[in-house]
């Protein structure tokens, strides 16, 4: 099970922080990955980090703004946004993939477990 938080309202140019905690013993076996979902539109890949890191990968969106990073010894993977623009308002899912990450991201079907989803607010 995952289960994300950290999201909320925020003025454009803020910052915020989520959160995904996984229960069990085996985070770290997974790629971990970061999606969005905005009112009308599909989800899409924001960001994703190796199984036991450090390779990281980015949508050219976020790129330069968010940072993806992982505690292993959390059971947690981060998504730090800054310079928020109102158009990252979406609910962003954590992911986990069996796939290691350590080559190339894995696609979106390669996750096997999602998060319910935290709302992420960016005001103009």
């Known amino acids: 099970q995952l289960v994300e938080s950290g999201g909320g309202l925020v003025q454009a140019g803020g910052s915020l922080r989520l959160s995904c905690v996984a229960e069990?013993?085996?985070?770290?076996?997974?790629?971990m990955g970061w999606f969005r979902q905005a009112p009308g539109m599909e989800r899409e890949f924001v960001a994703a980090?190796?199984?036991?890191?450090?390779?990281?990968y980015y949508a050219d969106s976020v790129k330069g703004r968010f940072t993806i990073f992982r505690d292993d010894a959390k059971n947690t993977v981060y998504l730090q946004m800054n310079s928020l623009k109102p158009e990252d308002t979406a609910v962003y899912y954590c992911?986990?993939?069996?796939?290691?990450?350590?080559?190339?991201?894995?696609?979106?079907?390669?996750?096997?477990?999602w998060g319910q989803g935290t709302q992420v607010t960016v005001s103009s």
């Open positions: 069990g013993r085996t985070f770290s076996a997974y790629c």
């Open positions: 980090i190796a199984r036991s890191g450090p390779r990281t």
């Open positions: 992911a986990a993939s069996f796939a290691t990450g350590w080559g190339k991201p894995p696609r979106t079907s390669e996750y096997s477990y």
